[in-house]
Each structure stands twice: as structure tokens, then as C-alpha cells.
């Protein structure tokens, strides 16, 4: 790499990290062994639509499918009126915030043209400069120009509020290093079908990469914070609300075929329900999960959900994780640890009970090539949000931080890590340590 590539990748490292982030947590946010998202907005916090306007209600459709309300929204804030902090993996670079896009004429989108809208989702440049990649216009450049549009009618529906957003710290006024970090790392352009797939497949494709965004967490990133093409959906570690405030990094699993890590096991109805309720025989959603799905993917048609089940299926294997080696005194330790505070749940098979809790045999979230989500759930518990709650469903886990120490944590991840059929790397009580 030359000079010049060096220093604007540089620029670009420090100047537009906004894309790997994650929401501040807002002042009525859950309480203490609560674990995030649990207190997503209802469906019924979304404005209803004024007018039955077939564009307008495809547009509300499909701003749920982008998730819009969960990053314009602060807690107990007005819809799209924006504000919610994100914190950047690099400390230095402070946070950034989202704007109000409701259609109020100073500080909303009021005075945007279609024409504006439509750039700034396409090439993430807007009238009052470049954006960072928070919002996640990387991936939104696939959506087609007719659902765009859609969007933005439905968002001049929206009651206009006035609020400014807060002030960003001084690196995110750098505006103009996006043009370096855009020309090194950005395709614009939309979705192009694949002719040799089904129409059903082609459909979950377009979701998933475009509106649905979900490489903007599952896929790892360079040292720029550009996502890894690569690595497409290998699993990625992103900062998240904990506890009311404190952000710890979450591994957003490992999405593809891998038979040790990923999900393999998933059939396509298991991926479809588990979209739709945030539930399934394999598993239930907790943390930054809770989120998209009470927000977002719960609202997805049937035929939706199963198409971008279908292309997720199809999700070429990353590596499987690796076996770890455990000597005899280190698995009897976890194994005791095990026995008196999972079995109760999960069975001494590991594979879970009916009503009680899910298999932990062959999960992707316990085997993930990072333990930053199998350590969340042990220290801070796992729920649903809310908003969800799928027939069939478990009751919640409880939080172990009070009742472990992080020796005791990490023995009893390793056990689960490394019985059964699990593999993943071996985890120390300094990996638990940073999480509490
Ligand atoms: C992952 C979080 C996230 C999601 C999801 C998201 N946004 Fe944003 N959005 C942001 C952030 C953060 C900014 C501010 C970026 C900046 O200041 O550079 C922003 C900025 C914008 C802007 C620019 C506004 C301005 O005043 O310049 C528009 C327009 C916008 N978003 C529309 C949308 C729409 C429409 C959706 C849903 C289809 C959406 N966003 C989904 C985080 C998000
Ligand atoms: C804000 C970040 C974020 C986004 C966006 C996101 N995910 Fe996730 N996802 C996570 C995290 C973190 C986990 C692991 C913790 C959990 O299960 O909640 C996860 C877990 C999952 C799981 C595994 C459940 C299990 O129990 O093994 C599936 C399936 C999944 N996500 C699918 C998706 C799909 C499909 C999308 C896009 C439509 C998406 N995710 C978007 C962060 C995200
Ligand atoms: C009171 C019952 C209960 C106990 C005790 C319990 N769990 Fe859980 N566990 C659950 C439930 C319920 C869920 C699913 C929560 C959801 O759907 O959000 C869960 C989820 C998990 C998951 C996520 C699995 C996945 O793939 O989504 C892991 C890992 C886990 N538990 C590990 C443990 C470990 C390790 C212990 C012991 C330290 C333990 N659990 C103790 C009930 C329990």
C-alpha cells in the first residue's frame, strides 16, 4: 500500500467510524438484570397511517423492514425524531447521533425533495453533507428506487416534530473524510437479481442485503470499519447496551451453514420462525436481537419471512470453530458448576427442556468464534422483548452475576464450549472480566 492510500485510509479510520455502533441506552431503559431491547417500543408506538394511499402503506412497510423507528427513536421520545447516541468502537472517536427525519421543515427532512431523500438512501450523501455509515446507507444503496420512494412518502405522513438532534463529538464534523472512506470502500448501486435462482430466493436476497441490513452487525469489518466481503455474515463482534448505559461488545452470530458455529442445523422453517417470533425450537432472541425483531421483522409477511429465510439458507459455511483443549480438573470444575446452575433448565444432555429452555447443543451463539454473547447471557440473564411473546415460548433466564465469579463463569462456558458435540476456543476469567 502506498503513502497516500495510508494516510486516507487512516483519515478515513478516524474520521467515519460511524458505522460500528451502537445505541447509547436511553433514560427509561430497562432495569437492572433486565437485558437490552427488552423494552423496544411496541408495535403501537409507530404512527398509524393517515390514509389508506397504497404508496403510503407500502412505505410503512418497508421503513419496518429498514428499521428505521429503532435508531431515529430515543426511549419514550417521539417516533423518528432521532437523537439516539451511538457509540464507535474506537473511543477516541466519541459518538455520533441520529438526526430527525420526520418531515418538520428546521430540523427534520421537511424541506428535502424526493430527489434528496432518495440520494441520501442510495449514496449517502445528503443535502447537509456526507453521512457516516451509521446509517447503514451501505447497505441501503441496494433498494430499489420505486420502495425508496415509498419510504419517503410514508415519511411525510409522519407527525413532524421539532427536536435537533444533540451535538456530535468533534470528529463526526469531518464530513468531508467520507469522501475518501466512500471512493476506498463503497458500491453504490442496486440490488441486481441472480437469474440462475428462484424468484423466492431473489426476493430474500434484495431483504436481506438491502433494507434488512443484517450484515451491518453479522459481518465483521476491517480496520477502517468497512465490512470484510469475504467474510460475508461469518459473525461479528458489536458494542450494545447491557444494562441501562454500559455497552458491552455482543457477538452477532455466525449467520451462515458452518456445522460448528453457524446455523447448519436451522431449516428453513426454523430460520422463518424464528424472523417472525423471535423464537424457535433452536433458540430465542435476546440482547441487540430483541430489536430488530419486535421492531422490524415480526411485521414481515409470512411470504417475506420465508424468502429471507430461503437465502439465508443458502449462506456459503465459514470456517467451523476449533475444539479446545481441556484438561480433566478444568471440566470437572465447569461440569459441577454446570450441575447446580443450568442443568435445572437446560439438562444435563444440554439439549434443553420443553417450555423450560432452549437446546444448548450445537448453538451457534455458545460455539460463536467470539464468546462475547454466551458470557452476556450468563452474566446479565436472556429475555425476550416485551413485545414478543411467541406461543410455546420459555420463561427468561435469570442474570448469574451476582452468584458467579468471572473463574466461575469462564469454567462454566468452557463446559458448555466443549461437551457434547460443541467446539470453540478456550475462555479465560480476564474475557469474563471485561464484560462485567
Ligand atoms: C443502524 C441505525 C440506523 C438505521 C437502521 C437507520 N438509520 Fe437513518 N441515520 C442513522 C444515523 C446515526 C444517522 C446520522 C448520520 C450522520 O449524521 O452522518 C442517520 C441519518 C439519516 C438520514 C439523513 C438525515 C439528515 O438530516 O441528514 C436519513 C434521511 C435517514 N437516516 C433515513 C433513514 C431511513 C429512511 C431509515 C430506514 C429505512 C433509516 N434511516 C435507518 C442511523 C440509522
Ligand atoms: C443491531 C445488530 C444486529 C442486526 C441489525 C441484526 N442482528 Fe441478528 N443478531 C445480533 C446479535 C448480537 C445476535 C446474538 C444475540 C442474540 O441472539 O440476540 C444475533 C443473532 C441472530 C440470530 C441467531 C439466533 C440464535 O439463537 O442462534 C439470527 C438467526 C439472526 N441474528 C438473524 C438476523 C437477520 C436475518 C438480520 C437482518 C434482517 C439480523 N439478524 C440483523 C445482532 C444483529
Ligand atoms: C431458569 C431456567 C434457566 C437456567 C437456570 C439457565 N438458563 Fe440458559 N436459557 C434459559 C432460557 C429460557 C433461555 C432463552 C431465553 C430467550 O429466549 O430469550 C436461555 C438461553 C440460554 C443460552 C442461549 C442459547 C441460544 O442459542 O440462543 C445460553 C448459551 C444459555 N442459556 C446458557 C446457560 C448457562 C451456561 C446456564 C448456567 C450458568 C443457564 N443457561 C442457566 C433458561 C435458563
Request: charged fraction near 20%.
Amino acid at each position: 500500500m502506498n503513502l497516500r492510500k495510508v494516510v486516507v485510509q487512516g483519515a478515513a479510520l478516524a474520521l467515519c467510524a460511524g458505522i460500528f455502533v451502537a445505541p447509547v441506552a436511553a433514560q427509561d431503559a430497562p432495569v437492572a438484570t433486565e437485558t437490552p431491547g427488552a423494552d423496544a417500543p411496541a408495535p403501537a408506538d409507530v404512527p398509524p397511517v393517515p390514509e389508506a394511499d397504497p404508496q403510503v402503506v407500502r412505505g410503512e412497510y418497508l421503513a419496518r423492514l429498514g428499521n428505521c423507528i429503532s435508531c431515529h427513536t430515543v426511549a419514550g421520545g417521539e417516533p423518528f425524531a432521532g437523537g439516539l447516541p451511538f457509540k464507535t468502537p474506537y473511543m477516541f472517536l466519541g459518538t455520533i447521533h441520529s438526526t430527525n427525519i420526520t418531515p418538520d421543515d428546521e430540523t427534520g427532512i421537511g424541506k428535502w425533495t424526493e430527489e434528496d431523500f432518495v440520494r441520501a438512501m442510495h449514496t449517502g450523501s445528503g443535502p447537509n453533507g456526507d453521512l457516516f455509515p451509521a446509517f447503514p446507507y451501505t447497505n441501503f444503496t441496494k433498494v430499489t428506487e420505486d420502495d425508496t420512494k415509498a419510504i419517503y412518502a410514508y415519511l411525510r405522513t409522519v407527525k413532524p416534530v421539532k427536536a435537533e438532534a444533540p451535538a456530535n463529538s468533534f470528529v463526526f464534523a469531518f464530513r468531508f473524510a467520507m469522501k475518501f472512506w466512500n471512493a476506498m470502500f463503497f458500491e453504490e448501486g442496486r440490488f441486481v437479481a441472480d437469474s440462475s435462482q428462484s424468484e423466492e430466493w431473489n426476493r430474500g436476497a434484495y431483504l436481506v442485503e438491502g433494507l434488512g441490513h443484517c450484515s451491518a452487525c453479522h459481518t465483521p469489518r476491517n480496520i477502517a470499519l468497512a465490512e470484510k466481503k469475504n467474510e460475508h455474515m461469518w459473525g461479528a463482534v458489536v458494542p450494545d447496551v447491557v444494562l441501562e448505559g454500559e455497552y458491552r461488545p455482543w457477538f452477532a452470530i455466525n449467520l451462515t451453514q458452518s456445522k460448528k458455529g453457524g446455523l447448519a442445523h436451522w431449516s428453513i422453517d426454523d430460520l422463518k420462525r424464528y424472523l417472525k417470533t423471535g423464537h424457535n425450537k433452536f433458540g430465542g432472541a435476546f440482547g441487540p436481537m430483541n430489536e430488530v425483531i419486535a421492531n422490524s421483522l415480526s411485521h414481515m409477511t409470512d411470504d417475506d419471512a420465508k424468502a429471507m429465510a430461503t437465502y439465508l439458507k443458502s449462506l456459503p459455511a465459514a470456517p467451523d470453530t476449533q475444539a479446545m483443549q481441556l484438561a480433566e480438573d478444568e471440566k470437572k470444575a465447569g461440569e459441577e458448576l454446570y450441575l447446580k446452575h443450568c442443568e435445572e433448565c437446560h439438562a444435563r444432555s444440554g439439549r434443553g427442556g420443553f417450555m423450560k429452555a432452549p437446546p444448548i447443543v450445537n448453538s451457534a451463539v455458545v460455539q460463536g468464534q467470539d464468546p462475547a454473547s454466551l458470557i452476556n447471557v450468563i452474566l446479565y440473564g436472556a429475555e425476550p422483548a416485551k413485545s414478543l411473546n411467541p406461543p410455546g415460548a420459555w420463561e427468561t433466564m435469570r442474570s448469574f452475576r451476582d452468584r458467579m465469579n468471572d473463574q466461575e463463569i469462564a469454567a462454566v462456558a468452557n463446559y458448555v464450549r466443549s461437551s457434547w458435540e460443541n467446539t470453540g476456543s478456550k475462555i479465560t476469567a480476564q474475557d469474563v472480566a471485561k464484560h462485567r
